[in-house]
Every structure is written in C-alpha cells, then in structure tokens.
C-alpha cells in the first residue's frame, strides 16, 4: 500500500493538472466570450490568485491592466496598482524573494531564517493590502458590468416613465453590497490557507523542504493563470475546487496565521529580551499531542493545585474550553528558534513562542517541571559533537 500511494498520488496530481488543460483545448467561446458570467469567472480566478501569492497577483494583475490598456489618457485613470509606481517594486521584490528561496537550499537555516520571518510579515501586509484595495476593485468592476448587461434600456418612442432612461442610472453600488463582501470573504479564506505555507517554513528547519513549498504554491498558482488565458471557466473550476479546500482547512490554516504572527512579532522585536515569565497564566501554543485540542491552538498555560490546566477560545472568540494536563515526565526542549514542552516519550505538548527563549529555566521552576533539555537543531548538533568525541551532555528523559 505504501508503494501504491505515491504512485496514486501522481496520477491524481497529473490529472488535476492535464483535465483542465484538455478542457481548454476543446472549448471554442472562450475567447468571444464576454458575458457578464464570464467577467464573474475571471473575477473569482484573479481573487484566487490574489490570494494565493498577494505580491505576486497584485503586481501581475497591474502589470496586465497596463499594458493591456494602449491609451496614455486611459492608462494615467487606472487604479494605483495598474501604475508603474507600485507594481514595478512589487514584481522587483518578488524576485529577490525568489532569489532568497533559491539560495536558502543551500545555506545554513540559522542565515535563511531573518528573512523567512520578514517575508512572512510581507505576505501578511500585502494581503491586507489587497484584501482591503484590490478585491475590492475587482469585485466592483464586475458589479458594474452585471449591472450594464441586465438594465433595460427606455426606448424614445414609449410613453410615461419609460422617458426616463432608466438605464442611465448606475445601480452597480446595490450589487457591491454583496459581491464586495463576497469577495474579501473567498481572498481571505483562500489567502488563510496559502498564508500557513510561509508558517510552516518558519517551523521548517532545512532550505529544500522550503523551496518544495513555495514550488507547489507557484504551480498552482500558474496553473490558474494559464487556464484563465486560455478559457475563464476552466480557470474559474479550478478556483473553486481550491476554495473548498481552503475552507475545509481554514481552522487548521487560522491557526497557523496566529502562530506565525506571534513567532514574526516576538522573532523581529526581539521580545525575549524584555519578556518575563509569569507566575502563573503564560501564553503559548500546542503541539500535537495534547489530547483534545488541535495544534497550535492558542492560550493560557495554568498551575493549580492538582496540576497543570490550559485554557483556550476556538477562533479565539468563542467560549473559552479548558483541559487538564498532567505535568508528570514533562520538561522543557531548549531549540535553537522554538522551544518546546515534552512530555513522556518525546511527546510535544506545547510550543514555546521565541519571546521563551533564555527563559526555558524560569518556565521550568514556574510548573515544576523536569531539567532542560536541548531539542530540534541543538539536540542534532549536541548528538554530533557526541558522535566526533565533543563534550555535549547526555540527556534523559526523568
């Protein structure tokens, strides 16, 4: 079975991929087709895209409005993301990303990490930025022309208030009540879902598992823009499969977001150095093994006098739930970016934010928990320097 599955998952990913592509090949209206319906297919695939590299769809979709526009007067009336000024910058800073990615394979993950962390800050401002502009734009755009193919036209000759040429009147405002909202809620699902990407390579501690990633996300998000040239509805399908993905993982995915804004936050303020570990009630994260709590959940970390509790909010809204953990065989892994709690046989209960780093001993004394321990890339370099006759301790579980 364990042979099968890569094989059945190659095919699966070849098919998804040639489908849509052979889809496209056969159809004859893509190209005259300028319906309303069509202006919505394309709408959903350039939100999409949008969401799933910000930067990268931002830029590109304001680079294709330009120079798709041929009038200078035209040109100078585009949005301010059609205009030189931004996404000449953007596209620019998309490849120095590419770049970064393309040496951090070979380079030592400790080099390559500053930059994952400011990256991850990039990828959420510019989808605030697009969520908050863009979409917008976008979703308007396609309001104004439903709204101009269905609005009857009052013909002279009719009597009465057909003489008022309704059709003057612009009603694409009502329509944005609806496809506005619409739209941000799909870019912010879907952008959730590609956003988690950046996250996990801030947890990845080697540059080629980093570049797989970023090429699996790059490919989708060409195989969208190559089948939105060739024909909108096969791009739009496409689209939507990759919606309903995203939503069926958008807790896993929130999560996620959470996790790597508090790890960029504490990583580029250097927050450890001002950070004291409470007496009781510490923020922090878990693993996945704590029982009955997803991973990365976010909250509260308790003493009480017959253990350990952790608190938490689902969506960090709801009602708060709280679980007892038991603190016996339970120590503190000292990483070299992430520390974690262990317990029993290198089970990872918690995931310490880096604002616990140099506090791994206060933590331990505040719950009561066994010696430190080195983990993650300081437990593979003390093996090494084991393994050559170096001095590193020998560590045990208590």
């Known amino acids: ?23 496209a090949t056969n159809s004859t209206s893509a190209s005259s087709d300028r319906s309303p319906g069509s202006g919505v297919a394309g709408a959903v695939s350039t939100v999409t895209g949008m969401a799933i590299s910000p930067l990268l769809g931002t830029g590109a979709y304001g680079a294709y409005q330009y120079f798709t526009t041929k009038d200078e007067e035209a040109r100078a009336k585009l949005p301010w993301y059609a205009q030189w000024s931004f996404f000449g910058p953007a596209l620019l800073l998309v490849g120095l990303v590419a770049a970064k990615d393309s040496l951090g394979a070979v380079v030592p993950p400790g080099w390559k990490k500053p930059l994952d962390v400011l990256e991850t800050i990039e990828n959420k401002a510019s989808g605030l930025v697009a969520a ?52 941000i809620a799909v870019f912010a699902v879907v952008w959730m879902a590609s ?54 993982v958008a807790g896993w995915s929130f999560r996620l977001m959470i996790f790597g804004s508090a790890f960029s936050w504490d990583f580029f303020t250097l927050r450890r150095c001002r950070f004291k570990v409470a007496p009781n009630d510490n923020k922090l994260f878990t693993g996945g093994n704590l029982p009955e709590v997803p991973v990365r959940t976010y909250g509260r970390l308790h003493k009480t006098e017959t253990g350990l509790t952790f608190t938490f909010k689902p969506w960090l809204v709801l009602p708060a739930k709280t679980v007892n953990v038991s603190a016996e065989r339970m120590v503190v892994g000292r990483g070299l970016f992430l520390s974690t709690m262990i317990h029993a046989e290198n089970e990872t209960y918690f995931l310490l934010p880096p604002r616990y780093r140099g506090h791994e001993e206060e933590l331990t004394s505040t719950y009561g928990l066994g010696p430190v321990r080195p983990a993650g890339l300081r437990k593979a370099w003390s093996a090494m320097r084991e393994l050559f006759g170096g001095s590193a301790a020998k560590t045990q579980m208590v």
């Open 195 to 248: 956003h988690a990407i950046n996250v996990l390579i801030l947890l990845s501690p080697w540059g080629a598992i980093d570049a797989a990633l970023k090429g699996a996300r790059t490919a989708l998000l060409g195989l969208i823009t190559l089948t939105a040239t060739i024909n909108p509805w096969v791009s739009a399908a496409l689209s939507i499969v990759v919606i309903i993905v995203a939503w069926l």
């Open 1 to 23: 079975m364990k042979r099968i599955a890569p094989l059945f998952l190659i095919a699966l990913t070849c098919a998804i991929i040639v489908t849509p592509l052979w889809a």
């Open 132 to 183: 908050g502009a863009v979409v917008p734009f976008t979703m308007a755009a396609v309001s104004k022309m439903i709204v101009a193919d269905v609005t009857p036209v009052a013909d002279p000759a009719t009597p009465g208030l057909a003489m008022l040429h309704f059709g003057a009147i612009d009603f694409s405002w009502l329509l944005n009540i609806l496809t506005v909202p619409f739209g």
